[in-house]
Each structure stands twice: as structure tokens, then as C-alpha cells.
């Protein structure tokens, strides 16, 4: 380990003052190059005296030649010219500009490149005349780290500003702060989350009330079990503004299963959601417009090719009368003109026949269907339909229904149908009443009962009579065929559909359905 400038150790009783001078001076030469940082000392001009090994591996200077230069060959511009008059005003002020602080500069290896450093100065002790000692510590791979995280600290918060996602970590065990992302606080419109109103209590006062029950389960769900917290909800915030969430948790347990750590993203997808939501309700009038006009041209057509039997029948009776009244008429003309009529009467009766084949055209599929699945297939159907008139949805079933033998898009039409009617009854309802109820039961008569309730408007008198004829309707963009359609389709399957009052306000619609029988025993 020793290198040729370090003499053998001696004994040191066998020293004398001389060589015991000597031997300290090989002994700092030594501490010198054992050092890690790079070590220079220079006198009080600034020349370098000693240049230590690991000053060789920084600057790639051997130590004779900077021995004897002045040390500001070692430094860039500005430093280089500046370094004299900081000696100077030492010697006049004998304050000392950078001795023993510890700061940030940079420096010029042999090669010309610069590098950052860390430089502390000392004044070596009793020295006379005054000698520095400055310790260099090479900083490029510190910086570069540093660069780097920075860099990816900041792409990373890009990343989170354009995908609109803040993130978050609560250390329960209050080992570390907490830390919430600045996109989070924007998310949420604050300017900072404190320990006395913690995340989810913050959330929790402002989610919308309509999804306050979804955020309580998941979150109860998120402390007692291992599940992670994926909830979809709006919150109100201090403005009044309401805001789309993704809110996406998990907990980190220690060895016994305490909660550590809450981490978490929250994703504003309240543009998403607006969009899909504009894009539905396009949709809906869109089919809503091509249904109605479907049924126009149905119409139109159907005017139009009953008209003509019904012209050749109204143009063979004129001729039947003319004969009869003529004095000489034909048997034979008047027969051929009533044979005629009865031709066109088929024919009529034929077009009628074709329509209605038409409008039952589609092919219906017997199959088991599983009731406590329909409804909740239905919830998922109807859930945007739901929250764009902020109404909350209830499926409340018994647990095992058995299935019955059904066609299950029909099916779901109807129940579809019924809910669409108990959304709309409810638009001018207080939004914390809005709550449509599906239920379904088994009856002791070995049917099946589902029932859609709201709190709605309820039934206007004059339109319970006439509810299930095809047409009717209350609203101004209805259509009046939603309850005919409803009724025979379930009265195909072999059940019945019936409303009755809600209690206190609003309406109930029931329909039955009989159970697939049981399978047959070989
Ligand atoms: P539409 O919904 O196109 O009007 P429907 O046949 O489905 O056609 O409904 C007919 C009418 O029945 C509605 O216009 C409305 O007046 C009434 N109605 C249906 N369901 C309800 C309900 N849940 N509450 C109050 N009225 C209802």
C-alpha cells in the first residue's frame, strides 16, 4: 500500500528532533493520500506546496506538475481570476472568504473539462507564513443522480398534469411526512391537505351524496380486508364545482397486519365522463329520432299500399252501382266487379298480414334466465342513464331466485323500460329523493314478482286507463310504446305487468314471470 514517497517506518525511540520532523511530515503526506477527497495545500500566495494522490485521479495532474504553480490553474473562469484577490483581501481584512465552508464550485481537470465540486478551505495551524488546506470533493455522479431524478421527477409530474392524475401516500404510522402530489391539490381545488382533516375525511364531506354509500362500502372494504379501493365517484368541491373521480387506494400491512401505508391515485375524469355522457345522450335522441321516423315511413308505407286496394275497392263498388242501375245490365259485369272487390279486400288483409309479421319478426329465444343476474346486467345497463339525472339505483332481491324461462333481451327491454319511466317521473324531484328501488321475489304461487319503484310524480288521473295502449303518452318527446311493447312481452312469457301508488309518492310497476320448470328426472 505504500508508494515510493513513503520511506519504510522506523523506530521511533531511535528519533531525533530532525528526524521526528521528518517522520510528521510523512505521516500528513500519508493521511494526504489515504484521503478519499482530493487534499491541496498552498501557501500564502496560492501556490500549491502539496497535491495529494486523489487530487491526481481528480484533476489528472501528477503532483510535480502543480507543485509550485498557483492553485488557480486548477480553476475555470470566473473562479481563476478571483482566487488572487481572495488571498489578498485575506491578508489585508484576514477575513476569510470561503475558509472552512463547505460549498459548491467548479473546477478544471488537465484535460480541460470542468466538473463540479464540493470545496472546503483550512487554515493550517500556527503555520507561519499562513498555509491553506482545501479539501475537493469530485460531485459529477452526485450531480448526475441528482440531474437525473430530478428530471424523472419532473417528467413524471408532466406525465401526471397531462393524464390528469394526482397521487398520494399517508404513512399511518406517522414514520415519514405525507406526501400529495401538487396536481392532487389542484384536482381537488385546495391549497393544502393537513394532518387535522385527513385525505379521506376531506373526501368523504364533499362525494357527491348520491355515491356516498359506494365510497363508505369501499373504503370500509379497503380497512378490513386486503381488497384495494377502485371506486368511480363525483365530489362536490368548495366551489360548487362537481368533479368525476377514479380513485384507485391500496394499504401496505406491517408483519401483523397493522396498516403501514395508504397509497393511492385519484384520476379527474370528469372530461372523460362528459364526453361519453354528451355521446350517449346523442345516441339515445338519435335513436329515439330513427325510431320515430322507422315508424313514420312504416306508416307512410303502409298508407300507402293499403290505399290502393282500397281505391280499386271504392272504384269496383261505383262500377257495381252504375251496372245496377243501368237498364240493361250484365250479371256477368256486376259479378266480375264483385269478385274484384273481394280480390282487394285479400289483398289489404295480406299487407296488414305482412306488418304484423314484420313487427314480430324478431326471433324470441327461450332460455333459464337468472333473475338476481338480470337485474344486475340491468344495473350496469341503466347506471348512466341513472347518473346523468343523478338518481340512485337499488337492487334489492332475494338472495337464490330460481330462473325462469325467458327470452333475456326481451327481458331487460322491459325492465329497461320501467326504469327509463321512473327516472323520467322523477325530474322534478329534490336529487336527494331521486332513488329508483329494483326488486324481485319469489311468490308462493311459483312466480317470480319484479318490481321497479320511484319516488316520482306518481300517475296522472287521466292517464291510468289508457297507459298500455300503444301511444299514449305524458312527455313530450315519448313515444307511448314503452308500457305496450313491456305488456306483451310479458304476457308472451306467460305473466302479467300492473302498477300500483308507491307508498308515500310515486309509482310501482310489477310484472310476473313463471319459473322454468324443474328439470326433468331420467
Ligand atoms: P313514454 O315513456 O314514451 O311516454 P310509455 O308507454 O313507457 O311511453 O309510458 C306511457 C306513459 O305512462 C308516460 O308518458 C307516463 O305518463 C306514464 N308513466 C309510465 N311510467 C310512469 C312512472 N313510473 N311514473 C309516472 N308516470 C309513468
Redesign the pocket.
Known sequence: MYDDRQPAPGNPDDETPASRSTRAGLEFRSLLDAAVDAIIVIDQRGCVEQFSLSAERVFGYKAEEVVGRNVSMLMPEPYRSEHDGYLERYHETGEARIIGIGREVRAQRKDGTIFPCELAVGQVAEARPPRFIGFIRDITLRKLADERLRRSESELRLAQELANLGNYVIHLDHSEPDYYSPKLHRILDVAAIDDAVPLTTLLRLWVHPSDRERFDEALEELQSTQAAFDVEYRIVRADGTTRHLHHIAQLTRDAEGRPVRHVGTVHDITDRRQTEDDARQLQERLTHFSRLSTMGEMAAGLAHEINQPLSAITMYAQACQRFMRSPNREDADVLEALEQISVQALRAGEVIRRLRNFVKNREVKREPVDCNRLLEDLRTLAETDARLHNVRLRIDDEPDLPTVHADPIQLQQVVL??V???I??MDDVPETQREVVLSARLLPEGEIEVVVA?H?????PE?TEH?FNPF????SG???????I?RSIVRAHGGRLWHTPNERT??R?HFTLPVSPAPRRE
Open positions: 323500460n320501467l327509463r319511466n321512473a323520467d317521473a320511484d316520482g310524480s306518481g300517475l296522472v292517464a297507459l299514449f303518452t305524458t312527455k315519448g313515444t307511448g310504446l314503452g308500457l305496450a313491456s310515486g309509482a310497476f
